[in-house]
Each structure stands twice: as C-alpha cells, then as structure tokens.
C-alpha cells in the first residue's frame, strides 16, 4: 500500500482547490461552532418557585411564633423549594450558510495539507473482518492512532474491522466534515477522495426535469400577447442554460432570453392559525424570438 504525503503542488494538479492566503480563518471558526451549537439538546430544566407542587397556604401566622417570617413553601430558600436562576429548555442551533460550510471545509483541508497532514494512498482496504488486519494496515500508512480516512467509499469489511478501532474513523467523502478534518492528527484520503466541491451537481437531462408548468396569470397571458414572454414554474435548481435549453426542445422555438425569480413558500392558514409553509418556487420568464409563439390553450 504505497503511501506518499501529499503537497500542494500535488494537491493543485489532483484539481483540489487550495487556499494559500491567510484569509477565511474567521470562516473556520463560525463553523466549527455552530456545528458543536447545533449539537446541544438545550432540554435542561429546573422548576422555579411558581412551578414547585405543593401547597400555597403560609407555613404558620407572620407573628409570634420566634421563627423567621415564611409566606409560601416553594421558597427558593427552603429544602425542596424552587431554584433561582437555574437553567430552562432553550434553543442553541446557530445558522451558517452553504457557501460558508463550502470555504470552510475548503480552508480546513488547505491548512492540513499545508502542515503535511494528509497522506494519499491508492485504496484503504482490507480483506476479512478482523481488527488485527485493520490495525496493521493503519500501521503501514502512518504511526500516529488518531487517523481519519476518507475515500469515496468502503467495503464492509473495512468498516467490520474498523469498529474495535476507536482513535481511527472511517468517513466517506460526501459525509466528511470541517470539524473531523480539524481533530484528528492525520487525515489518509484514497485518490477517489474528498474535493471541497464534493456533491455532484444535479442531473436535469430531460425538460421535464426542469419544466413545472406553464403559469396561465392574467398577467402572464398579457406578458404573451403583448412581449412574447412567456412564464413557466421550474425547478428551484435548475439555471439559466438549462431553461433554456429545455424550451427549446420542448416547443422547438428559439429562446433569446431568460430571466428567473425566486419566491418563498406561503404560509398555510386556517382561519386565524398558521400550519407550516407552502415549498419555494422558481419563476422563470422566457423571451422568445420575434415570430415565435406558445400556444398556451
């Protein structure tokens, strides 16, 4: 199993996007934190004065009796009453967007290969279930237990092996995380490994799987007659080239430009209560050549 550590020239001619400039550490951080945030149950509770069962008639008369004066049980003071400033469910998720995750997890990996981190092997297998095996091929590569290995994916009895094996973690590419690419001390990928743009792009070969239906407004009718703009619900993913493209095979006309708008869902009502939202859409309004028409009925 022949092993190498992977260098930044290498890493740029295995078209891995490195970061090399001191920016985007501040990236790094709000991830790492959100993710540990996001992670908290928030579900501690005590109970307040107000919330402790019991009785709420005065433990004795105000006067007379040579005891400190005493007006409920629940008292914070007393043995079994309620507590003070105590912790109560709350919320701890913090919201980091998709393109930060992205340069996050882009930086993270550009630092380690920078500190000499990350070693490249051919494939991370091994042939039957048994620890022995796994840990002699963790050996092979690196001395250092506390490994993370990603490739694109593992057999299962790699991942059979690996379960005795607690400082090492098996991850596929499209799982690994900033937070994994940070703690563990050496980071094996396999030549299928990860990329920082690591999810494929969805795939929309037919019109249909970009094309909803066409929006038959009164204003949409108008925008037809008038320009020869056409307007059509499509997927939320789908982009310019795409619409385009899928118009022009569908109807066999001849697209001169496409504008696109985004709308949220609105929120579903009855009466005065509110259940949930309705999903996003995406507008499209297609221009077409001068001479060309839908027929719309």
């Known amino acids: 199993m022949a092993a190498k550590v992977l260098t930044i020239e290498a890493a740029k001619a295995a078209n891995i996007d490195v970061i090399e400039n001191g920016k985007y550490t501040q990236v790094i951080h709000d991830t790492v934190v959100a993710m540990?945030?996001?992670?908290r149950s928030g579900t501690a509770s005590v109970k307040t004065k107000a919330t402790v069962s019991g009785s709420g008639a005065k433990p004795w008369r105000q006067k007379g009796t040579g005891r400190a004066r005493a007006g409920y049980k629940s008292s914070p003071v007393w043995v079994g009453g309620g507590v003070v400033f105590g912790p109560h469910p709350r919320d701890y998720s913090k919201k980091v967007s998709k393109s930060v995750k992205k340069i996050a997890l882009r930086k993270a990996l550009s630092e380690r290969i920078k500190a000499g981190d990350v070693i490249v092997v051919d494939e991370f297998a091994v042939k039957e279930p048994r620890t022995k095996q796994f840990a002699a091929a963790i050996?092979?590569?690196?001395e250092e237990p506390k490994t993370l290995i990603v490739s694109a994916a593992f057999d299962n009895n790699t991942y059979l092996s690996a379960r005795n094996v607690q400082p090492t973690l098996l991850i596929t590419a499209a799982e690994v995380n900033t937070?994994?690419?940070?703690?563990?001390?050496k980071i094996v990928i396999t030549n299928d490994g990860?990329?920082?743009?690591?999810?494929?792009?969805?795939?929309?070969?037919?019109?249909?799987?970009?094309?909803?239906?066409?929006r038959l407004t009164e204003k949409a009718t108008l925008l037809a007659e008038k320009e020869n703009k056409y307007v059509f619900r499509v997927k939320p993913h789908a982009?310019?080239?795409?619409?385009?493209?899928?118009i022009e095979k569908l109807f066999k006309k001849t697209v001169i430009a496409v504008n696109t708008m985004n709308y949220a869902g609105k929120k579903k009502r009855?009466?005065?209560?509110?259940?949930?939202?309705?999903?996003?859409?995406?507008?499209?309004?297609?221009?077409?050549k001068a001479g060309d028409k839908i027929e719309l009925a």
């Open 36 to 39: 540990r945030a996001n992670r």
């Open 139 to 142: 050996a092979q590569i690196t």
């Open 179 to 185: 937070e994994q690419l940070l703690h563990f001390r």
């Open 194 to 214: 990860p990329r920082p743009n690591r999810r494929p792009p969805r795939q929309m070969n037919e019109p249909y799987d970009i094309i909803d239906t066409v």
């Open 239 to 246: 982009n310019k080239t795409q619409i385009k493209a899928a």
């Open 270 to 288: 009855e009466r005065t209560a509110s259940f949930g939202r309705k999903s996003d859409w995406k507008k499209a309004v297609v221009t077409l």
